[in-house]
């Protein structure tokens, strides 16, 4: 059994700061790709930022150089630093690893989100 715990959220007016961790455990054999999404109201889920095993790093054009994805590969953990927010960046975020249990073959498992409200 996998589980994806998400913290961090909360409110904050724009040009605040929030970090995300997303804590990964269970039995897990070895965690690939890691990444968060976001999703706002009436709109579909989307890809904020990813990062390899190796800390090879993606993001969404609009959060570029505002937001900074790592990860501790010794602890399973995931963390997403978000500066200079906006109102804009309102959204629930969702924690995805693309992992292999000790029992199963990689697949994708999902946390179950944290909202982060920005607004004065």
């Known amino acids: 059994q996998v589980q994806l715990v998400e913290s961090g959220g909360g409110l904050v007016q724009p040009g605040g700061s929030l970090r995300l961790s997303c804590v990964v455990s269970?039995?897990?054999?070895?965690?690939?790709?890691m990444a968060w999404y976001r999703q706002a109201p009436g709109k579909q889920r989307s890809l904020v930022a990813t990062?390899?095993?190796?800390?090879?790093?993606d993001y969404l054009y609009s959060v570029k150089c505002r937001f900074t994805i790592s990860r501790d590969n010794a602890k399973n953990i995931l963390y997403l630093q978000m500066n200079s927010l906006k109102p804009e960046d309102t959204a629930v975020y969702y924690c995805?690893?693309?992992?292999?249990?000790?029992?199963?073959?990689?697949?994708?498992?999902w946390g179950q989100g944290t909202q982060v409200t920005v607004s004065s």
């Open positions: 995805n690893a693309l992992l292999r249990t000790t029992t199963t073959i990689p697949a994708n498992y």
């Open positions: 269970g039995s897990i054999f070895s965690i690939y790709d």
């Open positions: 990062v390899t095993k190796g800390g090879s790093t």
